[in-house]
Nanobody, 121 residues
Framework: QVQLVESGGGLVQAGGSLRLSCAAS????????MGWYRQAPGKQRELVAH???????NYADSVKGRFTISRDNTKNTVYLQMNSLKPEDTAVYYC???????????????WGQGTQVTVSS
């Protein structure tokens, strides 16, 4: 029922910044913990940022201090501000509602198309 559309990706130089958006439609996500995942070619999808319905955030060690997840429940939208980008951040980024936080990292909805982030060296 809930559809997720990611946007904001692109090609940036190392050290640059991007702001990703995740727009949900077909249902509200205001009561759900939400997260941003990323997947590089040949690698497993990993959860990198998580935010509870109450606004508590957690991050993977690889992005801690550089990425910030936020949400605007009035717009049914989740954001990921990415600063000090590194080539190893290159991946397709996806959002989803998350079951179990960083322990289980279980997505609730069908995946969207994701948005490509490419960081050049």
């Amino acid at each position: 029922q809930v559809q997720l559309v990611e946007s904001g990706g692109g090609l940036v130089q190392a050290g640059g910044s991007l702001r990703l958006s995740c727009a949900a439609s077909g249902g509200t996500i205001s009561l759900n913990p939400m997260g941003w995942y990323r997947q590089a070619p040949g690698k497993q999808r990993e959860l990198v940022a998580h935010i509870t319905s109450g606004g508590i955030t957690n991050y993977a060690d690889s992005v801690k201090g550089r990425f910030t997840i936020s949400r605007d429940n009035t717009k049914n939208t989740v954001y990921l501000q990415m600063n000090s980008l590194k080539p190893e951040d290159t991946a397709v980024y996806y959002c989803n509602a998350v079951y179990g936080g960083f322990r289980y990292q279980s997505p609730i909805h069908d995946w969207g198309q994701g948005t490509q982030v490419t960081v050049s060296s």
